[in-house]
Nanobody
Framework: VQLVESGGGLVQPGGSLKLSCLVSGFRFDDYVFGWFRQAPGKEREAVTC?????GTTYAPDPRFTVRSDAAANTVYLQMKNLEPEDTAVYFC????????????????????????WGKGTPVTVSS
């Protein structure tokens, strides 16, 4: 089981960035995929959650859009209108769909110890 993020980097305020998460080693539709981020000195927080089973998406910030390409085993995070406060390491994660309570308004029950994690990709928003 492996999750590999890519696409991070330096972007100016107001810019856009697209992150990719290459997934391997398990059935796409048995899992919920999440993008999380951790800024310096802060706890890791959820950005968006996406069901590989039925496409249910939790994406509270309209600047961030998640989509998947099951044929390519890849989950994407499209980010636009980025702000310096978005600077963080962004992580891709996967967890069995039976462990998460997911709908458009919530993504609850993400047990970090029960989930799979990538190593993260850094995003820096700065002029």
């Amino acid at each position: 089981v492996q999750l590999v993020e890519s696409g991070g980097g330096l972007v100016q305020p107001g810019g856009s960035l697209k992150l990719s998460c290459l997934v391997s080693g398990f059935r796409f539709d048995d899992y919920v995929f999440g993008w999380f981020r951790q800024a310096p000195g802060k706890e890791r927080e959820a950005v968006t959650c996406f069901s590989g089973n039925d496409g249910t998406t939790y994406a509270p910030d309209p600047r961030f859009t998640v989509r998947s390409d099951a044929a390519a085993n890849t989950v994407y995070l499209q980010m636009k209108n980025l702000e310096p406060e978005d600077t963080a390491v962004y992580f891709c994660s996967a967890i069995s769909y039976i462990l998460v309570d997911l709908d458009e308004s919530r993504c609850d029950g993400w047990n970090e110890a029960m989930a799979y994690w990538g190593k993260g990709t850094p995003v820096t928003v700065s002029s």
